[in-house]
């Protein structure tokens, strides 16, 4: 999935709604104290603001939505993974929140980089395709393009064609 996601936002997509949340702590640095320029990773994490507002999207929407796209997982869902890592941060804490009032159909995260199903609802997706949900929609009907009438030059008669002889 390619979307430019605004944190805490909810989308309809194929008349589903989808809850985002993107964003996550960078495994390559957990000095989160002193960012400078080139530590990029600092935009990566959720602004106190975008988590608030995400949660009141979520509330918003009677907390529900047919699917909850992430980067990072749940903090429920890490021991799942099986990567050899448990580590957990605000982030993870924060998405249990989430997973604690939601409804939703199916859960997709991919900051792990692997392609796993967790029954019943969570998916971990890295280079996978996969098929959220079998919803066709109606096809539109073609609207044929309107005709453009071209004008036609008016013909002269033979009064006009005297007329400009007389002048």
């Known amino acids: ?51 608030e507002e995400g949660l009141r999207n979520l509330e918003q929407h ?27 941060n605000h982030i993870n804490t924060y998405l249990d929140k989430v997973l604690d009032t939601a409804k939703f159909k199916m859960w997709y995260f991919g900051k792990r980089h692997i392609n796993k199903l967790i029954p019943p609802r969570y998916r971990c997706i890295f280079d996978a395709v996969d ?20 004008e036609k030059p008016e013909k002269k008669t033979k009064k006009d064609k005297t007329a400009g002889e007389e002048d």
């Open 1 to 51: 999935m390619c979307i430019r996601d605004r944190r805490g936002q909810y989308y309809t997509i194929a008349q589903k709604n989808v809850f985002v949340f993107g964003g996550g702590q960078s495994e390559e640095n957990n000095s989160y104290l002193e960012p400078d320029d080139e530590k990029s990773w600092i935009k990566e994490l959720p602004t106190d603001e975008e988590l």
């Open 62 to 88: 009677g907390n529900e939505a047919d699917f909850i796209i992430s980067y990072e997982p749940p903090a429920r869902m890490i021991e799942f993974i099986d990567i050899g890592t448990i580590s957990r």
């Open 131 to 150: 098929v959220a949900d079998d919803t066709r929609l109606p096809k539109q009907k073609k609207q044929k393009p309107e005709k453009v009438k071209k």
